[in-house]
């Protein structure tokens, strides 16, 4: 069995179709391996058992010719199962190294996408230590740990104190306030509504300045 055309070069793109397509051909070989020896079991002998009786001569109690080609055919079957076998190992490292590059490939995109975002995220300003359940603040998504480049007009370029968040919230008292922080490296935006609850303030969080 010649390897063609057909067959994986080392130049083409291996996919698991070529893989399973292999694997066919090998289970087709086996099936024919296993036929001639069931013809070498009907006939009484293996492979190498004699043809010749105790006294030389062709045996008279078997299809010699039957035995011969299907020891033949097992030969020759034999060496095809080696090579395809090696040729399956050889396309399944193929692929696996290629989803592995591929894999490490997609994971440096990502890590440098990631960097590049949070290289233009601007540096927070203040950080929410505190959110009460129920309170305009854990409505709006506000969470421990969120930190602050943006809440209403006030900004990481404007910020001098806590002072101008409240004025802001104060001033803003029913109306929507665009309030964007950075979470786990990342930019999260949310509108945040100033208003009256059950608990103390307009918000019902704490928020600290961040030393800079």
Not at 92 to 118: G, I, P, V
Request: aromatic share 4%.
């Amino acid at each position: 069995m010649k390897m063609t055309d057909e067959n994986i070069s080392g130049n083409s793109e291996i996919t698991m179709g070529d893989v399973k397509n292999l694997i066919k051909k090998k289970d087709e070989i086996e099936e024919q391996i296993k036929a001639y020896y069931d013809v070498l079991q009907d006939q009484g002998v293996g492979v190498e058992d004699s043809l010749v009786d105790a006294e030389g001569y062709p045996r008279a109690d078997v299809n010699l010719y039957q035995i011969r080609t299907a020891r033949h055919n097992i030969s020759c079957l034999q060496n095809d199962h080696k090579a395809i076998m090696a040729e399956i190992e050889e396309a399944l490292h193929k692929l696996h190294a290629r989803e592995k590059a591929k894999r490490e490939q997609d994971e440096a995109e990502a890590q440098e996408e990631a960097m590049e975002h949070q290289v233009t995220l601007p540096p927070p300003f203040a950080r929410v230590d505190a959110v009460t359940e129920g309170s305009p603040a854990c409505g709006a998504g506000l969470r421990v740990g969120d930190e602050l480049i943006e809440f209403g007009s006030v900004n990481t370029g404007n910020f001098q104190n806590l002072q101008n968040i409240a004025s802001v919230v104060q001033h803003s008292e029913g109306k929507p306030l665009r309030v964007s922080v950075i979470r786990a490296g990342q930019k999260v935006q949310m509108s945040l509504t100033p208003q009256r609850w059950s608990g103390r303030g307009l918000l019902g969080c704490n928020i600290i300045p961040v030393q800079r």
